[in-house]
């Protein structure tokens, strides 16, 4: 079984900066890709950024450049580096990962940007 749990959400004004990070459970975290997803009010979730079991990252368009994504197998964490945040990227955010058919999920923290 694999818990993930985020943490380091808040509040921020446009422009600051954020460290997202998430620990994990479990003996899959460093052959796994590492994914964090967020989700606005009344909207789908959408995917951010993934990065490999290897360390290869991977960005969504409008967060390229702003946000950096990173994960330290020993410890197993991973990490989103927010920065130049705007009002747009405000969201709950989730970190994901998966084995096989299995996917697993933290409860999520909240970032909120204001203008």
């Known amino acids: ?3 993930l749990v985020e943490s380091g959400g808040g509040l921020v004004q446009a422009g600051g900066s954020l460290r997202l990070s998430c620990v994990a459970s479990g003996s899959i975290f460093s052959e796994s890709a590492l994914g964090w997803y ?3 009010p009344g909207k789908e979730r959408e ?4 990065i490999t079991d290897g360390g290869s990252p991977h960005y969504r368009d409008s967060v390229k450049g702003r946000f950096t994504i990173s994960r330290d197998n020993a410890k197993k964490m991973g990490y989103l580096q927010m920065s130049s945040l705007k009002p747009e990227d405000t969201a709950v955010y989730f970190c ?3 084995r096989g058919n299995d996917a697993y999920w933290g409860q999520g923290t909240q970032v ?3 203008s």
């Open 47 to 50: 995917w951010v950024a993934g």
């Open 96 to 98: 994901k990962t998966a």
């Open 1 to 3: 079984q694999v818990q």
């Open 112 to 114: 909120t940007v204001s």
């Open 38 to 40: 967020r989700q606005a």
